[in-house]
């Protein structure tokens, strides 16, 4: 794939996207599949690239501006739940990028954030309010998600009676892996395991019901905790089409798979490839690219009531 140059040594672009950030006088702690994350002594530098994956490959192209869609609406929920729980901000939407960063504040505004450094739980937790995914394969063999008993004769995508927490192990290659509540106690001890659950199913009921009134049904997310001086915060990404699953309210129907606002639609576009899920990914379509950038876009549009080029953009913080 050809590459082109911009904006300083380390940044690479194609196609007005950005998927790789080194920035040179700074640790590179992690790649991941979407984030790259610096070492910044007390805090962290997380920039969100325009990567996309899916099956757990990252493809070899992304969708431009998809890292400042997530960030962005990062910011819009941390501030939403900033009266449910603390968060790892230390920079927010409007706060101007610090003065060792000029070289690369092109870049890096609307897409970066700083963040405390805390311990990451050992836990994704995952909360579900309706039969999607790996939910929907474990209850079609078993009656059951990640030991939850649930009614017989639901459907694909249906609506459950009430949201549950069912909570995952962390894969750093591969799938996650879902678990009982009983093990994340095992993991965490009872009382971390018991906050994280309260915290999650209440981010979740609030989030739901906010979007649900802008026409997004949020069918399932996954929240990252953290203690940072002995206090659980939250970490990572919030509530993302990333780390949720997004559906129009005015398409749901279920007992089918539904439209989203999500890089579902990319996975429905492979699936219908001869590929073995198995890396080299295949090249994204220009006209896959640009329909799955709408689809973040509209998400943000809706969620934040504004479109992502009103955001104010202040450059430098003064020296």
Known sequence: MKFEFSGGPGIIRTMSELLQVDLPGFKKLKSGKVREIFDLGDHLLLVATDRISAFDCVMP?????KGEILTQISHFWFDQMAAVVP???????????????????????GRS??????KPLAIECVVRGYLAGSGWKEYQT?????GIRLPDGLQESSEL????????????????ENIPFERAVEMLGSDLA?????LSLRIYRTARAYAHDRGIIIADTKFEFGLFEGHLILIDE???????????????QPGRSQPSFDKQFVRDYL???EWNKTPPAPALPMDIVSKTQAKYLEAYQRLTGRSLDEIPRPSLRPK
Request: charged share 20%.
């Open 61 to 65: 192209n992304g969708i431009p501006r």
């Open 238 to 252: 919030l509530l993302t089409p990333d780390s949720s699953r997004f559906w129009p309210a005015d398409h749901y």
């Open 161 to 176: 009676p009430e949201p549950i927490f069912t909570p995952a192990t962390k894969a750093e290659t591969g799938h996650d």
């Open 142 to 146: 078993s009656r059951h998600v990640c």
């Open 194 to 198: 018991g906050q994280v659950r309260e």
């Open 113 to 118: 954030m700083i963040v405390q450094k805390a």
């Open 87 to 109: 968060n790892h901000r230390v920079t927010k939407t409007h706060d101007p990028l610090p003065p060792v960063f000029a070289a690369y504040q092109d870049q890096l505004m």
């Open 271 to 273: 699936e219908t490839l």
